[in-house]
């Protein structure tokens, strides 16, 4: 009886050590991530809507976006699993510390595809057309580092690629905003991703490991501002064309003085602050998404 008590026990400690590496490889213990795909997805899904969407719709993109970020974060993982050992911010990350296998991890990002792939079943046909893309995409992302300097424009695609599909989920059409909405996106998008690979710079040149801010070199934090400039100029673009009111000009305020703390923030280039500076940007999402939500409220 001690012994089948003690084998069991052992048994599941295994099973808990397990089931926690894979939380860290989906990065369960960092949610940045996901805040950073769902406030774009959130602003797609209500300006599609006119206001509340449909609630179906709501609860698969929710979950859709949980989902398919972890499931590109094990992707991410074993596409990178050589380089991350050679970067100190990376190299404990199970994948590379040799706690799980590259199956292991393969196994959990196509489990979790298959479950976004059976909610967005859920949806209409376009949805599911785009969905299709979005999945080659998430493939296709991770390898962009060794082969382009501009993996940040990839991400902010891949990212964006929700806001067309809430949409076509919602009025199974994709308008003209909705691409505007993408592009925003995508410039939001390579000024977070760009301070955040700030962080890796020194490392990522040793490795060959490419990205924006090695391609910006010096000029990193000018043309992130400009960049940031034109994020907030492609969004008042979306404000007058769809007449939203004063809540949303005034979040683009706020959001602008964000993004001014984020300069100040990352001028010195030191990696804590840069990753302030990353991490800053969920706010900026949300008060943007508030502006929305207020402005149709």
Same mark, same amino acid.
């Given at each position: 009886?001690?012994?089948?008590?003690?084998?069991?026990?052992?048994?599941?400690?295994?099973?808990?050590?397990?089931?926690?590496?894979?939380?860290?490889?989906?990065?369960? /213990?960092?949610?940045?991530?996901?805040? =950073?795909?769902?406030?774009?997805?959130?602003?797609? =899904?209500?300006?599609?809507? @006119?206001?509340?969407?449909?609630?179906?719709? +709501?609860?698969? +993109?929710?979950?859709?976006? +949980?989902?398919?970020?972890?499931?590109?974060?094990?992707?991410? !993982?074993?596409? !990178?699993?050589?380089?991350?050992?050679?970067?100190?911010?990376?190299?404990?990350?199970? #994948?590379?510390?040799?706690?799980?296998?590259?199956? @292991?991890? =393969?196994?959990?990002?196509?489990?979790?595809?298959?479950?976004? =792939?059976?909610?967005?079943?859920?949806?209409?046909? #376009?949805?599911?057309?785009?969905?299709?893309?979005?999945?080659?995409?998430?493939?296709?992302?991770?390898?962009?580092?060794?082969?382009?300097?501009?993996?940040?424009?990839?991400?902010?695609?891949?990212?964006?690629?929700?806001?067309?599909?809430?949409?076509?989920?919602?009025?199974?059409?994709?308008?003209?905003?909705?691409?505007?909405?993408?592009?925003?996106?995508?410039?939001?998008?390579?000024?977070?991703?760009?301070?955040?690979?700030?962080?890796?710079? @020194?490392?990522?040149?040793?490795?060959?490991?490419?990205?924006?801010?090695?391609?910006?070199? !010096? &000029?990193?934090?000018?043309?992130?501002?400009?960049?940031? &400039?034109?994020?907030?100029?492609?969004?008042?673009?979306?404000?007058?064309?769809?007449?939203?009111?004063?809540?949303?000009?005034?979040?683009?305020?706020? &959001?602008?003085?964000?993004?001014?703390?984020?300069?100040?923030?990352?001028? /010195?280039? @030191?990696?804590?602050?840069?990753?302030?500076?990353?991490? /800053?940007?969920?706010?900026?999402?949300?008060?943007?998404?508030?502006?929305? +939500?207020?402005?149709?409220?």
């Amino acid at each position: 009886m001690y012994k089948l008590l003690g084998s069991i026990k052992n048994s599941w400690s295994l099973i808990c050590e397990r089931l926690y590496q894979y939380a860290l490889l989906i990065r369960l /213990n960092r949610p940045i991530g996901v805040f =950073l795909l769902l406030w774009p997805t959130l602003w797609g =899904l209500w300006i599609a809507a @006119e206001g509340f969407p449909n609630i179906n719709v +709501f609860i698969v +993109f929710v979950l859709g976006v +949980f989902i398919m970020r972890s499931a590109g974060c094990a992707l991410n !993982d074993i596409a !990178d699993k050589r380089f991350d050992t050679f970067v100190i911010r990376t190299r404990t990350r199970p #994948l590379a510390a040799g706690k799980i296998t590259s199956i @292991e991890a =393969l196994i959990v990002a196509i489990s979790l595809i298959f479950i976004a =792939l059976l909610l967005v079943l859920t949806m209409n046909e #376009l949805t599911i057309q785009l969905s299709l893309f979005a999945v080659i995409l998430a493939g296709v992302y991770p390898f962009m580092k060794r082969y382009t300097y501009l993996p940040q424009f990839f991400l902010g695609l891949t990212f964006g690629w929700s806001i067309p599909m809430a949409f076509a989920a919602q009025t199974n059409t994709v308008p003209k905003i909705a691409w505007l909405l993408l592009v925003t996106n995508i410039l939001w998008s390579v000024v977070y991703d760009t301070i955040y690979a700030m962080i890796d710079r @020194e490392e990522d040149l040793k490795i060959g490991v490419k990205s924006t801010a090695i391609l910006f070199d !010096d &000029a990193d934090r000018v043309i992130i501002a400009i960049i940031q &400039a034109l994020v907030l100029l492609a969004l008042i673009a979306v404000g007058r064309q769809l007449k939203l009111d004063y809540n949303y000009f005034i979040s683009l305020i706020v &959001a602008a003085c964000f993004f001014f703390y984020q300069l100040r923030l990352i001028w /010195n280039r @030191e990696p804590q602050q840069c990753m302030r500076a990353f991490i /800053n940007n969920n706010w900026v999402g949300l008060t943007i998404f508030i502006g929305i +939500f207020l402005s149709y409220f």
